[in-house]
């Protein structure tokens, strides 16, 4: 009903190539405000409708017996300034979309644009490449990137490397190229 809390849980089992590595969850859709935890602990919060979004959740973790629990309430502010429900015959609430569990390196590229500008005829265009990369270890980490183009036929058409500088712990940098 109208304002009421749905709560999920489930058991998380982990694989064992997964230690060491950066834990994430992403939501897809949640209507209207989430609170996502993890063995009892805050994970993540979030409020609005169909508005993806993702929680690392590794430092939340322990070796076996993890519980997920998303306390999902509905009817919420973000739900009335988009009338999601005045949509619906009911009140829309709950797991929406998808949930993805997946796993990262302790450096990984955490977002990444492409932007493609073409010349007036539209014979030749330029490649601007934007990542960001972020080092969520406990060292200063020096990155590589590498970038490869195929064409249509994906046979590599250009392959450009870059270095980056040493990485502090924690941080993450943008770097942009253009090829």
Known sequence: NEGETAIYS????????????RIKIRF???????????????????????VPFEADITDYLKGDGNILTVEVQAHTISDILAC??????????????????FVLPEVNLSGFNVVTSFDKSYKNSQLTLEAQIAN??????PTKLRYTLLDDKNKEVLQKSFTVASLPAGETATTSHRI
């Open 136 to 141: 969520q270890s406990s060292l200063p980490t």
């Open 10 to 21: 489930r058991k998380l089992s982990l694989p064992t190539g997964w230690q060491g590595k």
């Open 84 to 101: 999601t429900s005045q949509y619906a015959a009911h009140t829309v609430g709950g797991l929406l979309r998808d949930v993805t569990l």
């Open 28 to 50: 897809d859709g949640v209507s209207s405000h989430a609170v996502v935890k993890v063995n009892g602990r805050k994970a993540a919060e979030h409020e609005g409708s169909f």
